[in-house]
Structures are given as C-alpha cells and as structure tokens.
C-alpha cells in the first residue's frame, strides 16, 4: 500500500474535507518553478508589504498578492516605489519577472491565468486568502497570497498532497496488536468454548506473528496490506501496543524498513480469541502435547 491509500482508508483521513486537508502541517503541492520541483504549502506568516492583482482563473476572478523577491531583480530594484510607476508598464514588468509564478498557478489549478490590472487596496471577497509558499530543499522561491474559491480549494486540499515524511503525520499513533495464528472453527465449537479448553497452534510454528493495525492493516514482514474482520478465528497476543503512522508508511514503502519486534509468545503470555471484532476468549500460552496452544482461561460469553 501507499501512503496515500493508508491515509484514505482512516476515517479522520478519508472524512476530511479538502479544506481540512490544505490546513494539514503536512499539505505539500508538489508543482513546478521551470525544471525545478517544488512543493508548494501554507506559508506561517501572511505578508503585508504585497502587490495585488486582479486575475482571471479561467473565468474565475481571483486577487494575487505578490511579495518582494530578490530574483525579480528589476522589479525588486523599484519595490519600495512601484506605485509610482504608470500601471501599463508595471504589469509588463511583473509579467515577465513572475511568469514562471504564474506558469506554475496554470498547472497547479489546470486554468489558464490572465492578469487584469492592480487590485484596489480593499481587495477580497469576505473569504480567507490562501497564504502560500512554494519551496525548494527548504529554499522558499516564492511567497503569496491568492483568494480562496470553493473550486480552488477543492482542487488543491487532496490526500495525495498530504507529505507522508512530515512529523505532523508520522507522529500520529494508532492502536496494532500482534496476531499469532489465524483459523476456522465451526460455529458450534466455537459456541462450546468453555475455560480449561485447549486449542492447537501449530501456525505459531510455521508463519511469523503479524502486527494487525487500527482493525484495518496488517504488517508483515515484507507488507502492509488491508486487513477486514472475518468468521475467522484470530489469536491475538492479550495486551495491546502502539505504532506510528510514520512506521506503518516505512513499512508500507520499504521491505526492509525496521518492523516492531514480534516475538514468539512465551509460556503463560496472556492472549485472547477475536471473530469479527469481537473478543470471545481470554488466555494463555503454552504447549500440549509438545505443541503450542491457546489455554482458555475466561470466556465473554
């Protein structure tokens, strides 16, 4: 699985509306200045010391605030008295120096863009510009601010543009337990469980233990892939442990990325019965007959 298809599978993931997702720390347009990659993010601080357009999206009116930058050399040379200069001639200007800017803002929103003229200083539409930054190895090339639209954000605020590496993310925990062995047993032997009941393991010898995630992934050794509750009877290891979504992605995207230690149960480790969700035994292991089994303590039903 990819990040991306782990993400859509968890419900604050999948739920969230493309809004919630561009205010994600970890939303990272990936886009283009020339042959350069970048990502383009939420920058932290809005600028004040901008140069406003009007453009046109398509037919989608749109205020751009540019900031000052040292690449746009001749127009940084006049930035402190730019509004001096005749309006014609200043937008000529910003067009050949942000081009690349505006080039990157066609691909970014699939729509052609189109200058109009100097924005007034009352600019807006009653609705939260966009503060953006499009950064290179940590290099921000540009900063601005573009009006927000509901078309705008629903084509920026995807799962896809969520950066799988960013701490916001990786740091986030979910709940994993160790499953043992996997198996079917009839409906009436199940129902007839009863403690001091024993139950053969002989997987345990033969099949590595699995780390099953938030009921919904399952990590193995080389994979992660989707796992769904079943009539099968799986045993789990009884107490319950944690991993971070930077580990699940690691062990989605490498096979040899380093796995949480699953060791073989010992004597008398505590382990539980789980068919579709549901917890139906309690217990412990050890061996019967020289093989291993699930020793049933309690039952919870």
């Not at 398509?58 to 006049?78: F, S």
């Not at 920026?156 to 950066?163: N, P, S, V, W």
């Amino acid at each position: 699985m990819k990040p991306h298809e782990i993400l859509a599978a968890l419900p604050n993931w999948s739920k969230a509306s493309p809004g919630e997702l561009i205010a994600s720390p970890a939303w990272a347009m990936p886009c283009r200045i020339g042959d350069t990659a970048c990502v383009m993010r939420l920058a932290e601080i809005h600028p004040s010391d901008t140069l406003s357009l009007n453009i046109l999206l398509e037919r989608e009116e749109h205020v751009l605030c540019l900031t000052d930058n040292e690449q746009a050399a001749e127009l940084h040379a006049i930035w402190p008295s730019r509004l001096d200069v005749p309006e014609p001639i200043l937008l000529a200007l910003v067009e050949k120096e942000y081009g690349p800017l505006f080039q990157m803002l066609e691909n970014a929103t699939r729509r052609q863009l189109q200058v109009v003229g100097l924005a007034p200083a009352d600019h807006g539409n009653g609705i939260q510009p966009l503060c953006l930054q499009v950064v290179s190895e940590e290099k921000t090339l540009f900063s601005f601010t573009l009006s927000s639209s509901p078309a705008l954000v629903e084509q920026f605020g995807k799962l896809r543009y969520l950066d799988s590496t960013n701490p916001a993310l990786r740091t986030l925990e979910l709940a994993a337990e160790t499953e043992y062995a996997s198996f079917a047993l009839p409906a009436a032997e199940v129902a007839s469980l009863a403690p001091g009941d024993a139950l053969l393991l002989p997987e345990i010898d033969t099949i590595p233990p699995r780390i099953v995630v938030d009921g919904r992934f399952m990590v193995t050794a080389t994979d992660v892939m989707p796992w769904k509750n079943d009539s099968l009877v799986h045993v789990f290891r009884g107490e319950p442990s944690a991993i971070t979504l930077g580990e699940l992605f690691d062990c989605a995207t490498s096979p040899d990325a380093p796995r949480q230690k699953t060791d073989m149960p010992l004597v008398n480790t505590p382990l539980k019965i789980v068919i579709a969700g549901s917890t139906l035994a309690t217990g412990r292991f050890d061996h019967l007959a020289g093989q291993p089994a699930f020793m049933l303590d309690a039952t919870t039903h």
